[in-house]
Each structure stands twice: as C-alpha cells, then as structure tokens.
C-alpha cells in the first residue's frame, strides 16, 4: 500500500493563476480531508467528503473547489490564486464513521507570489 | 464552542530529560482525542489516541498520555526525551457527532544535547 500520496511536492504559482493539487489514495477508504497548515496556526480544515460524490466544506474552503468521483481521488482546486493561498497543504483519509484514525499524505508546498 | 488549545508553542528540553506538552480542550460533548507527530518535512502520523476505557494510553516509542475529562486536558509526556524526538506535536480533537479532526496550534519540541 503507497496509503495517501500528493502531487506535487512543490510549486510556485504567480497571482491569478489556478491549480489543482492531486490526492489519492489506496486503503479504500470512505473518508477524505484536506488541510492547510499554516506556522503556529495548527492544520485548518479547508474541504472534507464521506464518499464519493458527497462534499463539504469545512473552516477555511473559500478560494478552493474539490470534486470527488471516485473512492480513491480528492483533488482540490485553487482558482485565481491569492498570495494567501501559501501555505502547506495536507491530505489525509479515514475508513468510515466509527474507525477515527486518519492517514496523512506528505504534503505539497504551495507558494503565490 | 468547542476548542483545543495548546498552550506552549514552542517546548527546548535537554536530552534525557523528561517532557510535557500540554493539550486542553473545550466541549459538552464526549470527545476523542489524538497526539500527532510532525517530523521535519514530512506529514503528521498518529503517535497515540483515547477512545474509551483506559484513561492512559502509550505509545510504542515511549510517550504516553492521560484523559482528564474533569480538567478537560490530554497532555502528553515522556520520562527521558531523545534527540530523534525533535518534531512538531499537534494535539486534535473529534467532538462526538462530528465527522472532523479539530487540531491545536502545535508545539515544537526541541531536544538540546
């Protein structure tokens, strides 16, 4: 099992631009949450889903979109991209409603300048 | 409102030396509660959890940590700390009826030889 994988590592993004970060995982599981972490900010929930086709927002979503079409995929969509936006972003999955443990990706390191 | 909060953001200990990371959290409802590492550049992994039944829990390299549901806290400790110990901690909370890890500010440990 690769668990949760991101892409990409890193990227730079000039204002305006838009992006998607990729997040997949192989555990087949229900539950998939993205996070931004920000310095001694903690992680903010930015968008969550319990399946496929069922999305959420969560603290933080405005300037994101997600989708989620398959169990395994839970792309985040950064349109028009704020200096802001620069942050640390984390993805990170869970079986289902009773199973609390969360499985976290390496994380993708945006920068807009 | 529900709440965690962590109230050292930045912990210095000497090696062997014992440490505590303090975690408090606010709600009226039942919870269950997460320690988080961060090790540099890489994503949080589970370094122990609460559920129910015993209100101390350990983890296999040595931390553990201890429900306090009457002064709402959760702090972690360790008897003697180790260089390989230097890491963000991130305390994180689900609050009964809630699908959403709430997470604290973090608390950098660093170990000093």
């Known amino acids: 099992n690769a668990g949760v994988t991101q892409t990409p590592k890193f990227r730079i993004l000039k204002i305006g631009q838009s992006m998607t970060l990729q997040c997949t995982q192989d555990m087949n599981h229900n539950y998939m949450y993205w996070y931004r972490q920000d310095p001694g900010m903690g992680l903010k929930l930015i968008y969550y889903?319990?399946?496929?086709?069922?999305?959420d927002k969560g603290e933080v979503p405005n300037g994101y979109n997600v989708s989620r079409s398959t169990t395994e995929d839970f792309p985040l969509r950064l349109e028009l991209a704020a200096p802001s936006q620069t942050s640390v972003y984390f993805c990170?999955?869970?079986?289902?409603?009773?199973?609390?443990?969360?499985?976290f990706g390496p994380g993708t390191r945006l920068t807009v300048t | 409102a529900q709440s965690v909060t962590q109230l050292d953001s930045q912990v210095p200990v000497f090696e062997e030396a014992p440490v505590e990371l303090r975690c408090n959290y606010s709600?009226?409802?039942?919870?269950?509660l997460f320690w988080y590492v961060q090790y540099p550049n890489q994503g949080l992994q589970l370094l122990l959890k609460y559920l129910s039944g015993s209100t101390l829990v350990e983890s296999i390299n040595g931390f553990e940590a201890e429900f306090n549901k009457s002064q709402t806290s959760f702090h972690l400790r360790k008897p003697s700390v180790h260089i390989s110990d230097t890491a963000e901690y991130f305390c994180a909370v689900i609050f009964q009826g809630a699908q959403k890890l709430v997470f604290g500010q973090g608390t950098r440990l660093t170990i000093n030889p």
């Open positions: 709600s009226s409802v039942s919870v269950y």
């Open positions: 990170a999955s869970r079986t289902g409603p009773q199973i609390y443990e969360q499985y």
């Open positions: 889903s319990v399946g496929a086709g069922i999305t």
